[in-house]
């Protein structure tokens, strides 16, 4: 028999608590039926439900008519999947035989193979990341043994990014570091880089020699699939290396099928083969193989003309519901007028944790503590209560 002073599962210190989930099981438990969840990060449509697309639909219909065998795909997953990508992630670098891709369980799945290779490439690295980012971006970098610096990116009271802050931080950046950064729709605060700060973060990128690894997780929910995919194609334009962690979980919404991409770019043909023998290698170690079915329902959208055409009209309605709700939202009080010009899931309101906390007793409003809230997470008939309701919250 194991003591307790013998290290064992049993003397596992406890988990601190995730906030995000700990804000789930809290709406989940109230019992007001007029609740609102600001929290989770899916898209609802103006019913405020999470519909399967058409185009996915066919495509599942279309699968199970010919799929005849779930045999082992093998570490790449679906190659025609990570192929048909290409153009939409990698625009006009689509035919660049330097850059390679693999299918990988969703953008967690990239963003970890991406940070595990650089790390294997050179343990010294340190990554460079703004304040806030995704929660889930530090640990995922910290849990393959690389140094996490950050650097402050958003002004909370000016609404903006602090764009030199940005750029100083880049500039000290040494040679080899690597410069995370959202491809779009910046995760949590919807403030993305206009055309002239990528310019700028690229020139800086170059010039530091710095690694840069785009977190593309929302593409066509910005301001379009090419407009999204401009700020990694710039860098792919003067960039000897460059990693894209990918995600077709949002754009295609097909979040639990976990269903995203690495792709990776070195100097050349030959050392972008080895680096990605060593991403399939570790990739082998951490899941061996990604789960099959949503990769092959995305190939299977964008092998059928028709079936293409129609997602992409549904992904510019979800875009176009984005959009519209922002300007909803931001024409209801000057002081939210910055979420207009903002872009993708999110953005963070101008509230304290007090007022935070006051929207969910008096309210039935669920928001994460920082005030970061989820544009669609509400239906069109609950987006006037919801308004009213933080307006009052900023006032009080
Ligand atoms: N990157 C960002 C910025 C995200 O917000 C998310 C998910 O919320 C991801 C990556 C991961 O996406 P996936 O669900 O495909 O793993």
Known sequence: ????????????????????????????????????????????????????????????????????????????GDVEFAKLLRPIVLGRHADDERIDGVQTPGGCGALRLAFQVLKLA???????????????????????????????????????????????????????????????????TGADLDPQQWQAVTR????????????????????????????????????????????????????????????????AKDSTANAMAHVLQMAREMWSMPPDHGGAVVRTVLQDEALTADWKVELDAMRARLNGVRAQIARADPRLAYIAGQYGMFSMLPLNFDQVKSLRTKSAIYMADSGRFNVVGMSDEALPRFIAAVVEAMDG
């Open 204 to 267: 800086v990128v170059v010039e530091r020699g710095l690694i840069p690894l785009v977190d593309l997780a929302y593409q066509g929910l910005g301001r379009g699939l090419d407009e999204d995919g401009e700020g990694a194609w710039g860098l792919l334009d003067v960039c000897d290396e460059v990693l894209i962690a990918q995600s077709c979980d949002k754009n295609f919404g097909v979040y639990r099928d976990r269903v995203g991409a690495l792709f990776v770019k070195t100097s």
């Open 1 to 76: 028999m194991l003591d307790m002073l013998t290290p064992s599962l049993a003397t596992l210190p406890p988990v601190e608590s995730d906030s995000l989930l700990a804000l789930i099981a809290l709406c989940n438990a109230d019992p007001r039926p007029e609740k609102i969840d600001v929290g989770v990060g899916v898209y609802r449509d103006g019913a405020g439900t999470t519909p399967i697309l058409r185009a996915v639909k066919a495509a599942e219909k279309l699968l199970w008519e010919r799929q005849e065998s779930k045999g082992y795909l093998g570490g790449r």
């Open 122 to 188: 050179n343990p010294y690295a340190r990554v460079l990341m703004g304040t806030p980012t995704w929660p889930n971006h530090p640990p995922m970098a910290e849990g393959t043994g690389l140094e996490v610096v950050r650097y402050p990116f958003y002004d909370a009271e000016r609404r903006v990014i602090r764009f030199d802050a940005m750029l100083d931080a880049l500039q000290a950046g040494r040679p080899g570091d690597v410069a995370l950064l959202h491809g779009c729709c910046h995760n949590p």
